[in-house]
């Protein structure tokens, strides 16, 4: 088997990821950057995310597992001192893949310049470069409000415990084939009305936005911000592709919810 890991980049989790590498080398396993069969993330969520992006040429053929050196992680469920356990487990055991799905982000410009596309593990957000968000959104081609407000968060099922859920959105649990769009401080008065409430999407359902007046909007895609400029059209759908986790054992869903955000 061909691993690969990756750090937060911190003292604590470089320290743990050379021993890692150590030991999985003892077992001759190979390191390989390029074509992994699993990727080992150790830092959080954060680095799962980087790590993700890093390696999505080659989702279907890579698995990822998390080591967390901080708080407990809904990607990272691993502590430093279960690495060897960890490790014989790779090494050992032949772990089972879960899957879980992404969102597809199409982005549509009105200069006739190549489409952009992107996947995102978590979330997708829109907000204005200048003023209020005004965004026309249709639901499988068909219009569906006129948003006004400071901007919009499409996520994923396992995204829905992040930026998601600061803004009351519902919790999902990751095996759902959706995506949901969250508002964000939407206008509502006696001119302007939105639905004022999370929407959740089934698989075979695409949101697009299309831009009122404004063509300048900054988009995030999980952790990177980019600023896009003339765009026509931000199409949003549960995409093709899914990421695929390597499981050694048990990991509820609804545990690591009551951990987080419930337990003291």
């Known amino acids: 088997m061909k691993f690969a890991i990756t750090s ?27 074509e992994p069969d699993i990727v080992i ?5 954060g680095t799962l995310l980087y790590a993700f992006h890093h390696y999505q040429y080659r989702l279907d053929k890579t698995a990822f597992v998390g080591v967390h050196t901080g708080h407990l992680g809904f990607y990272a469920d691993w502590t430093p001192d279960e690495i060897e356990k960890l490790v014989i487990a790779i090494a050992k055991t032949p772990y089972q ?8 982000v199409i982005i549509r410009y009105t200069t006739g310049e190549k489409e952009a596309r992107s996947l995102a593990l978590n979330e997708c957000t829109v907000k204005s470069v200048e003023g209020s968000l005004v965004m026309d959104v249709e639901i499988r081609g068909q219009q569906f409000e006129t948003f006004r407000g400071d901007g919009l968060c499409i996520s994923t099922p396992s995204g829905s415990t992040a930026y998601n859920k600061s803004l009351g959105g519902a919790i999902l649990h990751p095996s759902l084939h959706a995506i949901q769009i969250a508002e964000m401080a939407s206008i509502n008065n006696r001119v302007f009305r939105t639905i004022g409430s999370p929407l959740v999407l089934p698989g075979h359902h695409t949101a697009l936005l299309k831009p009122v007046n404004y063509s300048d909007f900054q988009i995030t895609i999980d952790h990177l911000t980019l600023l896009h400029q003339n765009v026509k059209s ?13 499981r050694f054992r048990a990991f509820p869903f609804w545990q690591r919810v009551r951990d987080s955000f419930v337990c003291d």
């Open 234 to 246: 931000i199409q949003c759908r549960v995409a093709n592709e899914k990421i695929r986790f390597a």
């Open 97 to 104: 893949v879960v899957e879980y799905p992404l969102l597809e």
């Open 8 to 34: 937060r980049g911190d003292q604590v989790s470089n320290t743990l990821m050379q021993r890692m590498k150590t030991y999985l080398l003892d077992f001759h396993l190979e390191q390989d950057e390029d």
């Open 41 to 45: 993330s150790v830092g959080g969520d």
